[in-house]
């Protein structure tokens, strides 16, 4: 009887379970019970590995506290693969002479950019004065520890631009402490630019080390090769000299041929690129010449003085201009400087020059007088030293394109040089003022036979030939330093292009422009500045002898007498 009553008391939990619930409650106890244990096993191990990792950084820390180079070089090692959330902080602290810690407690505090000390362990402010601390050392090899590690800890940034920067400085640097970081971001990298960078970047790092396999070592150098600039070169060659391995040797040496035989050819593009931005100023600086010794034969040593002023121009409109349209400065400057330098020749050419037209030598020395003059009175109001123009942001930087950089301020030179080349055009072939003055060029008697005011014509075209200089000073400034010898430096090379394209010819000057430049920028690297310009004015001079009209002579019946 009383087993039956402990068989019917053992069975009564389960009838109340089935009659009170509906069914027995069994299973859902059980996976309450194993959810319940996940979690408790999911938080145990989170506690734990906190306590690891707060463990961890505290051994970090502590080596900053030793205050000895190969320790503080560990440390920041660490500090990039452990990433806690104040590492950025601590190693900009440490890279900028900021990170203190207490000689008695062994506590690293750094302070911030604004003051502030904090506590490297907790982030929370530090209660103690400064003057109870010691500052970290740090000497360069430590420095270049830190930009590695900065990297690193920039590699997993959400913003890929960081991110790309980040590689391209572990690329440059190429430290083995930041292999890690990259293999790790490039398993999960989507950015195609930033995989790109972090494969260079842990090529880079391949063929500076010596424990990749040779396989490893092949492919980084083809990763390298297909960049084919001068640092994967140096990286390349670095491996070339110390390797022994015959396999990395040929492979080194294949592409340090195919590299040198690239930089080559683009050396020879990037020089060309050069002549063609030199070529622009010359030819800026050189078509208000063409216009006046063409039309007057009238040999204007003061035409850099009106490029000068034209600099200056520029600098004025800058001081004068409120900050809100310092951006638009150059669509100021251009105008005035051509009304400017176009006043300043058109007042020359009245009260000295329409007296000596007859007198090319007194012309010549009169004009030379008036450079003199004017460069004292720049002297006199701005003073002798040089004067800053600043490149409005649409001119400023530069553009890389395949191995080609180009300079944004040049570049835009190259484009007004044309727009002012074809406005030229268009008065000349378009105007009644541009026929007149032509015919002027070309037959002065028979012009005033026909009612033509030559001395009118004189005038405007010395105006005009002196406008255009302004303009030339306009780009000058955006390029290199106003300063009352601005001018000197093209007035010899203009003379050379306008003699040697054809007096008097638009085209002819423009041609000129273009061969003089390119040649000195192709002929600089080889023999020098000065030996290559010295060579190529007695390539003129010679050209010269055989043609004295230059390659495009005037025609006309005066000009052929």
């Known amino acids: 009887m009383q087993t039956n009553a402990d068989a019917s008391l053992a069975m009564r939990p389960a009838a109340l379970g089935h009659a009170g619930m509906g069914g027995d409650l069994s299973p859902f106890f059980h996976r309450a019970l194993r959810a319940a244990l996940v979690v408790l096993a999911l938080a145990a191990s989170l506690v734990l590995s906190l306590a690891a990792r707060a463990d961890t950084l505290d051994d970090t820390l502590a080596l900053f506290a030793e205050n000895k180079y190969p320790q503080t070089d560990k440390a920041v090692a660490q500090l990039a693969v452990e990433a806690p959330p104040q590492a950025a902080a601590i190693l900009d602290a440490l890279d900028n002479n900021r990170l203190f810690f207490n000689p008695d407690t062994h506590a690293?505090?750094?302070?911030?950019?604004?003051?502030?000390?904090?506590?490297?362990?907790?982030?929370?402010?530090?209660?103690?004065?400064?003057?109870?601390?010691?500052?970290?050392?740090?000497?360069?090899?430590?420095?270049?520890?830190?930009?590695?590690?900065?990297?690193?800890?920039?590699?997993?940034?959400?913003?890929?631009?960081?991110?790309?920067?980040?590689?391209?400085d572990v690329f440059k640097t190429h430290?083995?402490?930041?292999?890690?970081?990259?293999?790790?971001?490039?398993?999960?990298?989507?950015?195609?630019?930033?995989?790109?960078?972090?494969?260079?970047?842990?090529?880079?790092?391949?063929?500076?080390?010596?424990?990749?396999s040779t396989s490893d070592k092949i492919a980084a150098i083809d990763i390298l090769k297909a960049r084919g600039d001068q640092d994967a070169l140096n990286l390349i060659d670095q491996l070339s000299q110390k390797t022994t391995d015959p396999q990395v040797k040929a492979e080194a040496a294949s592409a340090l041929s195919s590299i040198r035989t690239q930089l080559a050819i683009w050396n020879v593009v990037q020089n060309l690129w050069y002549g063609l931005s030199a070529s622009s100023v010359l030819l800026l600086a050189a078509i208000g010449l063409a216009i006046t010794f063409g039309v007057m034969g009238v040999i204007n040593m003061a035409h850099g003085e009106m490029v000068m002023l034209g600099a200056y121009t520029t600098y004025v409109v800058q001081l004068m201009l409120p900050p809100w349209l310092q951006n638009w400065s150059l669509a100021f400057a251009i105008p005035l400087a051509f009304v400017v330098a176009a006043a300043v020749g058109i007042a020359i050419e009245r009260l000295i020059i329409r007296y000596l037209y007859t007198r090319p030598l007194e012309t010549l020395l009169a004009t030379w007088g008036v450079s003199l003059i004017l460069q004292q009175a720049v002297?006199?109001?701005?003073?002798?030293?040089?004067?800053?123009?600043?490149?409005?942001?649409?001119?400023?930087?530069?553009?890389?394109?395949?191995?080609?950089?180009?300079?944004?301020?040049?570049?835009?030179?190259?484009?007004?040089?044309?727009?002012?080349?074809?406005?030229?055009?268009?008065?000349?072939?378009?105007?009644?003022?541009?026929?007149?003055?032509?015919?002027?060029?070309?037959?002065?008697?028979?012009?005033?036979?026909?009612?033509?005011?030559?001395?009118?014509?004189?005038?405007?075209?010395?105006?005009?030939?002196?406008?255009?200089?302004?303009?030339?000073?306009?780009a000058l400034s955006q390029i290199d330093n106003v300063s009352p010898n601005l001018g000197q430096g093209y007035i010899i090379d203009s003379f050379m292009v306008v003699v040697f394209g054809g007096v008097g010819n638009l085209w002819g000057t423009a041609l000129g422009a273009l061969m003089i430049g390119v040649a000195n920028k192709i002929l600089e690297p080889l023999i020098?500045?000065?030996?290559?310009?010295?060579?190529?004015?007695?390539?003129?001079?010679?050209?010269?002898?055989?043609?004295?009209?230059?390659?495009?002579?005037?025609?006309?019946?005066?000009?052929?007498?």
Do not use: C
Not at 121 to 144: H, T
């Open 108 to 168: 690293v505090i750094y302070k911030t950019a604004d003051g502030k000390l904090i506590e490297a362990k907790s982030g929370q402010p530090f209660a103690g004065s400064e003057d109870d601390l010691s500052k970290v050392r740090i000497n360069n090899a430590i420095r270049v520890a830190i930009d590695t590690a900065l990297g690193s800890l920039t590699l997993a940034s959400p913003d890929p631009e960081k991110r790309l920067s980040a590689a391209s």
């Open 175 to 212: 430290s083995p402490k930041a292999l890690h970081a990259i293999e790790t971001q490039l398993a999960r990298e989507k950015d195609p630019r930033v995989a790109a960078m972090l494969n260079l970047a842990r090529a880079a790092i391949t063929v500076t080390t010596d424990n990749p």
């Open 379 to 474: 002297r006199s109001i701005f003073g002798p030293n040089n004067r800053q123009v600043t490149n409005p942001p649409f001119m400023s930087g530069s553009v890389d394109f395949a191995g080609l950089a180009i300079t944004t301020n040049r570049l835009w030179i190259i484009v007004l040089a044309i727009l002012v080349f074809i406005g030229l055009q268009l008065v000349l072939r378009a105007t009644p003022f541009g026929l007149r003055m032509r015919a002027v060029t070309q037959n002065r008697r028979m012009a005033a036979a026909m009612g033509i005011s030559t001395a009118q014509i004189d005038m405007l075209a010395f105006g005009l030939g002196s406008g255009v200089a302004g303009i030339a000073g306009v």
């Open 528 to 561: 020098g500045a000065v030996q290559g310009q010295i060579v190529l004015l007695v390539i003129i001079i010679l050209f010269i002898q055989k043609r004295p009209r230059g390659m495009f002579a005037l025609k006309g019946r005066a000009v052929e007498a």
